[in-house]
């Protein structure tokens, strides 16, 4: 499995941004897939999660305002970040697990096989 994201960028503070994962591979829709972001000069931490059954899990600092998703028939995963503030400034991540091979807390980096090279949102003031 191979994930690629794009779309980030540089943003004002308020606006709204998509970035997209592009899934290359098998049963997409077996995947617990997820989103992590490192800010600069902090430890990458969890953002939110779909699992495969459509549940979803948000960071509290997130909730109401970003959404995850995916279009299983494209194979790709999104997350529509609207309000952004400078503290949602850094590297995001798309990761994603098999549900068979799915072990851990969701929120931990550890529980996750397959990860995207990153792509940068800069959100300013």
């Known amino acids: 499995v191979q994930l690629v994201e794009s779309g980030g960028g540089l943003v004002h503070s308020g606006d709204s941004l998509t970035i997209s994962c592009a899934f290359s591979?098998?049963?997409?829709?077996?995947?617990?897939m997820a989103w992590f972001r490192q800010a600069p000069g902090q430890e990458r931490e969890f953002v939110v999660v779909e699992a495969a059954g459509g549940g979803t899990v948000y960071e509290d600092t997130v909730q109401g305002r970003f959404t995850i998703s995916r279009d299983i028939a494209k194979n790709t995963g999104y997350l529509q970040m609207n309000s952004l503030n400078p503290d949602d400034t850094g590297v995001y991540y798309c990761?994603?697990?098999?549900?068979?091979?799915?072990?851990?807390?969701?929120?931990?980096?550890?529980?996750?096989?397959?990860w995207g090279q990153g792509t940068q949102v800069t959100v300013s003031s």
């Open positions: 990761v994603a697990v098999h549900v068979e091979r799915s072990r851990g807390p969701i929120s931990q980096e550890g529980s996750y096989t397959s």
């Open positions: 591979g098998l049963s997409f829709s077996m995947y617990h």
